[in-house]
């Protein structure tokens, strides 16, 4: 105690040494706690509670054991689990990707290719946090999202411009116009790809805490980086390459094939069926989808608190002593400052009537104790709690933290009328929860609205459609709740938890937040890879059943490499100790999953089939609008045709290449 009296990063030193309060000691008498405040704002108080705990805790002489726990202990826990985290998912990630880029390719040099761009995506988004972080406060666990998502895009990105560069060299094109097609079309798709998942990570920006924000600005920095990448070194590297582009070919690799571009069978044969038969077939698809959100209607929000770390951490098993051997948890408490000077006989009517809420086990202030709305009967007040100019009220329950009930109390404290003519502020650790959820929601219609309404935007000049973005996002809401409700059904509501090792526990409202966005700008990242094939293959004079068949034909095999090697990165995360962290991860990977695989293989065709000609609708100033300023892979698009009725399939032009009609 006369050791932490004297630690400069620490204030307002208490202990049940010092003040013999029984409710600084456990029931039992085992255990007793010293409450100290960290200093400095969250940064230092991080450094400092680190500094104190490797200072202060472990065995002691004559066989005391030290502990350390606390909120500022917690975020010392996670910052400390987070690089360990990071670690052994990258070490899983980038060496299984190389080995899938090796299956898709088939040869080594087209593989290494992707992982270029996705490090050049990493290292410039890096950079790019560096400097803002000179000005703006940025989350740690940014560098996770940078990592996953710069290697996963950039692997997306490059993958489609290899494919589509091999599949021009093997038509007989020379180098330059196999580049200059690649990018006329590949590139251009990649530029809107990217534009629509930008858009969805900016959406984070409009919320105040800087933890989303922080995403925010890693997202949308690692989109563009990467786009950029795609867009300029990869052409670059095309012309150097060449023909050599193929080299390093492996054993298993047909000589015939021309590279992932070339069109799928097993894609093409899936679509055909869909296109025939789209009811019988989508409806048990969609069926599953919807069997799977229905978690969501029992969804909690909350905040992420020491039952996020592993059990041997050790201000989880500080908390854990808290809530089971001591008569209200101190470290849970609810804290009211009223910033300015107040007498005794207002201040102690207050706090007494603060002690008479349900659930309130004792209300301590400068000047006493008060317990069931009266004066306790022993102890003085807590002298470090009161100052001329200012006082704090310290409200200890017994209500489990982060519960329902603990969040109805935080309601009926601020609810409490303070002394006249002051002011009350009401925190603590479940304040915090129901401000963060309140700001969350406030904020969310106008995320929603502005992902939704770019999108569309974007989606329309891309297809000249009102139709096709309409459709766009009503599948993607239905595979992003599927995934949402997955991850309720592990995380909260228990299920696999102990296969996982997690704590059930409220899903947590900003990665909640943040796992919608991502899941949603990377099925619009795929939208386009499809929909861009197909709406070219129907300018050229396709009927809709064939558009939609050859176009996924093509793109099958893209998008699911595409997905099966960005959801590995985000797998790797499941390997986290930080139960928030896995349930990103694992809930990332799903989603792109089933975006790819469900929605895109057969949602997408059946809703196509069923629109018929609605499919390309516009109404006449909009496509002439489109007509004028409207983009699509082979340049500004004319005016869309209205589909053909859709009906037995017509045989495709007899091309080497789509553009060659």
Known sequence: MADLGQDPSLENVVSYWDAKKSALRSEDGREALVLAHVKGDETQQRENAKTVVDDYSGPREGGLTVQAGGGAAVGNDMATQTPKDLLPAEAIAVPLTLLLLLVVFGSVVAALLPPAIGTIAIAGTFAELALLGGSVDVSVSATNLTTALGLGL????????????????????TVDDAVRHTVRTAGRTVAFSAATVAVALAALL????????????AGVGVVAIAAIGTLFVMPALFVVLGHRVNSGRMPWAKRTRTGTGTRGPLWGRLADTVMRRPALTALP??????????????ITLGAPDERVLPEDAQSRQV?????????GNDDAALHVVIDE???KGPLGTYAAELSGLEGVVRVETGTGTYVEGRTAAAGPGNAALGRPDAQRITVVSGLTPRSDEAQELVHEVRAVAPPAGTKALVGGGDAQLVDSKDSISSRLPLALGLVALTTFVLLFLFTGSVVQPVRALVLNVISLGATLGVMTWIFQDGNLASLIGVTPQPMEASMTVLM?????????????????????????????????TDGLGHTGRIVTAAACLLAVSFFAFGTAKISFMQMF???SGLAILIDAVAVRGVLVPAAMRLLGRSASYAPPFLRRFHGRFGLSEGGPAPAPAPAAVPGPRAEPPQVKDSTEV
């Open 154 to 173: 950039g692997i997306d990105y490059a993958l489609l411009m290899i494919s589509r560069f091999r599949e021009q060299l093997a038509t007989g094109s």
């Open 206 to 217: 409009v919320f105040p805490q800087y933890f989303l924000r922080s995403f925010g600005y």
């Open 285 to 298: 698809v969609l069926a599953v989808l919807l069997v799977a959100a229905s978690p969501l209607l029992g």
């Open 319 to 327: 908390a854990s002593v808290l809530r089971e051997k001591f008569n």
């Open 341 to 343: 000077a107040v007498d």
């Open 516 to 548: 919608f966005c991502i899941a949603f700008g990377l099925s619009m990242d795929y939208e386009v890879f499809v929909t861009s094939r197909i709406k070219e293959l129907h300018d050229q004079g396709a009927d809709t059943r064939t558009a939609v």
């Open 585 to 587: 991860g694992l809930g």
